[in-house]
């Protein structure tokens, strides 16, 4: 038994560390303190934000630092959580730029309530659900502002004490924008705080038709 703990102990040290080092390298120049409060978007209609949406543009985010071809889709289920609400299914499906490899992340997303845009995603592992929850891609996240039918604006970000660190995420429903709507974007971001400079375009080229 004292070996079983030790070796518990030693488990979640390391995903500890590697969850700090996933969520605060990347983007300790986000700021002190601990994250924004940005309220529900007004009126969010989960229902019209439901469907397939291609990853356009990104902050850096080292889980994705090889990925390309991202795609996620939202999908309604008859799921409900203890406290009775909607659960959606998640899908996230990519290709690593390096190997050609595809991969496929399947996960739950829970909104907060049934006009909130801002919803807890887990995704599934094997690992114990304490430790998934730190694992990247699991977290709460956030529809900033979208028109449904071309854009949205997902965010997520972690306080850490003295300081947080957050990921924007631009997505459509074609894997790239006018320049009228990637203006109204940036806007919108600017109006929030937010800096589209710390944008990258995501790797779109030559993606399969199957994502």
């Not at 949406?53 to 008859?78: H, M």
């Not at 996960?107 to 430790?131: C, D, N, Y």
């Not at 947080?164 to 974007?185: F, N, V």
Request: charged share 20%; aromatic share 12%; proline share 6%.
């Amino acid at each position: 038994m004292p070996h079983q703990l030790a070796e518990w102990r030693l488990l979640w040290a390391v995903f500890i560390t590697l969850w700090l080092t996933v969520r605060l390298s990347p983007a300790l120049a986000s700021g002190f303190g601990k994250c924004p409060n940005y309220p529900s978007m007004p009126k969010f209609n989960m229902t019209k934000f439901l469907g397939k949406w291609y990853e356009v543009e990104r902050s850096f985010y080292l889980p994705e630092l090889a990925s390309g071809c991202t795609t996620l889709t939202f999908e309604n289920t008859t799921l409900r959580d203890a406290a009775g609400r909607s659960q959606l299914e998640i899908s996230i499906k990519s290709v690593n730029q390096w190997t050609g490899n595809p991969s496929v992340s399947i996960g739950e997303a829970i909104p907060e309530s049934e006009t909130s845009s801002i919803m807890a995603v887990q995704l599934q592992s094997r690992l114990p659900t304490a430790i998934a929850r730190l694992l990247p891609g699991s977290g709460r996240y956030q529809v900033l502002y979208t028109n449904y039918d071309n854009f949205a604006i997902l965010w997520s970000c972690t306080s850490f004490v003295a300081v947080h660190a957050d990921q924007i995420w631009l997505l459509g429903r074609e894997r790239d924008y006018s320049t009228e709507i990637r203006k109204k974007i940036y806007n919108a971001l600017e109006q929030l705080s937010l800096d589209p400079d710390r944008l990258f375009i995501a790797k779109n080229k030559n993606c399969p038709t199957t994502l």
